[in-house]
């Protein structure tokens, strides 16, 4: 009896090494990711601008500048207050939107392209950390299953020793047999 709580003892000892290894390899490796600074992309100028354009082609301010100026070349062009300037069928027009919607949607796919770069890296960050989550639990786990064994071998210990206890009370002691004997 005594030897198997000798050799649980050591276990729980090695275990707790063990533990204490991992926690010491676990916070050195976040410390050097913590030294290293996150590396911060340079943005170019045609990232600036690609984003600029975005940005400001993709807001109701543009749709609706852009929807009065419209308005107004039709409007002049329909009443004629500049004759042959634009008739009709709006040829000029539809050259100078085809013109801006031809630069304006690569400048765009740029833009979206690196947010998607910038959204890619915080999934990744994200997938990271989770994962230490994870790990973490697992860990709490795993204390809270050894405290739950401990506590159940000192139960079972405890219920032992009741029971020895039980057993010898309600068993007649060597001196009451003895008085026992004397009386008849």
Do not use: C
């Not at 600029?52 to 749709?63: D, E, L, P, R």
Request: no cysteine.
């Amino acid at each position: 009896m005594n030897a198997d709580a000798d050799e649980q003892d050591r276990m729980e000892q090695i275990e707790r090494d063990l533990l204490v290894d991992l926690r010491r390899a676990r916070r050195s490796l976040r410390l050097r990711e913590m030294d290293e600074a996150p590396e911060i992309p340079r943005v170019t100028w045609g990232q600036r601008i690609a984003d600029a354009v975005a940005s400001v082609m993709g807001s109701w301010s543009f749709i609706i500048i852009q929807s009065a100026i419209l308005f107004l070349w039709i409007t002049a062009n329909l009443i004629g207050a500049i004759k042959g300037w634009d008739p009709y069928p709006f040829i000029l027009l539809n050259l100078a939107l085809s013109f801006q919607a031809a630069y304006a949607a690569p400048v765009i796919m740029m833009s979206q392209n690196r947010q998607q770069d910038i959204d890619r890296k915080a999934a990744e960050n994200d997938y990271r950390i989770n994962v230490k989550a994870e790990l973490e639990i697992e860990l709490l786990h795993e204390k809270i299953d050894q405290l739950r064994e401990r506590e159940v071998l000192e139960l079972t210990e405890a219920v032992k020793m009741l029971t020895e206890l039980l057993v010898r009370s309600s068993s007649p002691t060597p001196k009451a047999e003895s008085e026992a004997g004397r009386a008849s």
